[in-house]
């Protein structure tokens, strides 16, 4: 990096060893999800935003968005209305988290990382919640807990720089729970009420990011 000139000289390392200058101040940097799931990928992340890049988005705000619980807490503390969530980390904890759930069949479980509905599952009864629970410690991997809402249908709105860019209709196939396309949930476009708008435009903000998508679902 030449401070004084504004530039970052990028080396690809592609058997050309070619290289890349840029002009710091008038670089935008897109960071893809699996650039933050390494160190090294979260050094290079922090050194384009050091340098003066204009990111989309910092570090930390996809560290945040990366990781369900802290999102969770982030939006709760902000006032933004989420379904019931709490954080279970060995046996003698699901109890105490599924009754502070509320207590009820089916509940959801997620693992606090994961995209496109991976690493989500729903259970029906105790010895299904403790079974999976278990089967996913076996991988060291962290869930949390989430009440379960009877839905036909979520909408996904993409916000940039705290302005709504559009929203969809996500439907869920019928022998599927998931509202993910990729788990086969079909889309239509979706008119936001002012009311909506209000409450995705907060939940935007809470993350800091420049770029968001914003999920919510309207519950009877």
């Not at 290289?19 to 050094?43: L, N, P």
């Not at 988005?57 to 560290?63: I, R, W």
């Not at 709105?157 to 929203?167: A, C, D, K, M, Y």
Request: hydrophobic share 40%; charged share 25%; glycine share 6%.
């Amino acid at each position: 990096q030449d401070v004084e000139k504004s530039t970052l000289a990028i080396s690809n390392y592609d058997g050309k060893d070619s290289k890349e200058q840029i002009i710091t101040h008038e670089a935008v940097v897109f960071v893809r999800r699996g650039a933050i799931m390494t160190m090294s990928g979260q050094a290079l992340t922090s050194l384009f935003e050091s340098a003066g890049c204009f990111m989309v988005n910092d570090l930390e705000s996809m560290l945040l968005c990366d990781n369900k619980m802290a999102t969770a807490i982030q939006l709760m503390r902000h006032n933004v209305v989420i379904p019931k969530t709490s954080i279970v980390n060995n046996r003698k904890s699901i109890e105490d988290a599924h009754k502070r759930i509320g207590g009820k069949f089916p509940t959801v479980i997620k693992t606090l990382t994961g995209t496109q509905g991976i690493g989500v599952a729903k259970v029906d009864s105790r010895e299904s919640l403790i079974s999976v629970c278990e089967s996913l410690w076996k991988y060291d991997a962290a869930i949390l807990l989430q009440e379960w809402l009877d839905i036909d249908f979520d909408v996904r709105t993409l916000v940039l720089n705290n302005r709504i860019i559009g929203s969809a209709k996500r439907i869920t196939d019928k022998e599927e729970f998931r509202s993910n396309v990729h788990m086969g949930a079909t889309t239509e476009p979706y008119t936001l009420t002012d009311k909506e708008k209000h409450v995705i435009l907060a939940a935007a903000r809470t993350t800091g990011g420049y770029m968001v998508g914003v999920d919510h679902c309207l519950v009877n």
